[in-house]
Structure formats: C-alpha cells, structure tokens
C-alpha cells in the first residue's frame, strides 16, 4: 500500500538525552541545544511546499514543545495523536543507558528499546505505527521521537530507511518520505 508524503521530526535534545536516560513515556524538557535543533527543522520546512499538509505530533511535552518551534510560522493546526508517542521502556524508564545491558549487535542501543522489562517492544509499536499510517488521509507532517520514527520509516521506507545509524539521532533534520524514498534534509 502506498503511504502519502510525509515530513518526520524528532524532538530536540532533551535533558535526559543529554544524560544518556531512557525516557520512554517519560519526559524531561528540551536543551538550549535542543531548542536550536527544533529552530533548525524550521529552517528546513521553510523551504518546503507543505500546501495541503497537516501537522501532527506526540502528545508528549518534548514533542509538542519540538512542534511549537518548528511548526510556529507553518501550521495553523497541530494535532496530537497518542500512536505518535515514543516506545514504552517499561522498568527502565528514567536509568542511565550505560547501566542497562548491552547487546552485541550493529545497534545495540536501539536494541535495548526492545529488551526493557515490562516495556513495549518494536512489534507492538509497529503495529500502532501501522494503524496510524493506515488512518492518514494525505500529505503529513509528524513531530515523535526516535524509535517511533524509525518504526514509522522502515514500514513507509523499508529497512534502508533505518540502516544508518546517525550521530544525531534524527535531532535537527528532517527525514522527507515520498514515492517509498527517503532523503535526510540537514
């Protein structure tokens, strides 16, 4: 099935990004760094023809605060959307990442996200990330976190969309979906 265009953010740094903190269904605020990072996505949907889009976002604090940056002068309505949110992590909500165990692998950080106690795990999210693709009804733009938009990505992208891992994480660029090709605006 052919997905419509699509516009994915992450939110800014957060405090607990910066920390290196799992945060899951928690929230800690945006960095002064991040700030500029959701500043920066403004710049870059600036130069975009968004005519006939609309705009959603996670209804967590750090997404809709990412959203009011860089939608400000764009979006006339933002609309939240709980399937958005970032994955659960469960027991491990708010610890350190470098105390938790680590797997082997090309990715192990991200993996983590799959083996938290009592979390939510990638099949799971896909399958609320898939309902909310299948419910849009045209051009988007999202406004979620890391691993939701890596999810959103691959099921959009297929797994090429997911197979560089970036020092930034998605914070301060924009990942443009259309045609199922996906280019990294920076």
């Not at 405090?15 to 500029?36: D, I, V, Y």
């Given at each position: ?16 990004n910066a920390e290196h903190r799992m945060q899951g269904a928690l929230n800690s605020p945006l ?79 991200t993996q983590q996200y799959d083996m938290a106690p009592n979390g939510e795990g990638f099949a799971r999210l896909e399958i609320r990330a898939r309902a909310f693709l299948d419910d ?51």
């Amino acid at each position: 099935m052919p997905f419509p265009e699509l516009y994915i953010l992450r939110h800014g740094e957060t405090e607990w990004n910066a920390e290196h903190r799992m945060q899951g269904a928690l929230n800690s605020p945006l960095t002064p760094k991040g700030e500029a990072d959701a500043a920066r996505q403004a710049a870059i949907l600036s130069t975009c023809d968004l005519t006939g889009f609309r705009f959603w976002s996670s209804p967590q604090a750090r997404a809709i605060q990412t959203a009011a940056i860089a939608l400000a002068r764009i979006a006339q309505d933002i609309h939240t959307d709980d399937r958005l949110r970032e994955i659960r992590v469960g027991d491990w909500s708010g610890l350190l990442r470098d105390t938790l165990p680590l797997p082997d692998g090309p990715d192990p950080y991200t993996q983590q996200y799959d083996m938290a106690p009592n979390g939510e795990g990638f099949a799971r999210l896909e399958i609320r990330a898939r309902a909310f693709l299948d419910d849009l009804t045209g051009p988007a733009v999202l406004v979620t976190h890391s691993i939701t938009s890596r999810v959103l990505r691959r099921i959009v992208v297929g797994e090429a969309a997911t197979a560089e891992v970036t020092s930034h994480g998605g914070q301060g660029c924009v990942y443009h979906l259309k045609d199922g090709q996906q280019v990294l605006l920076e």
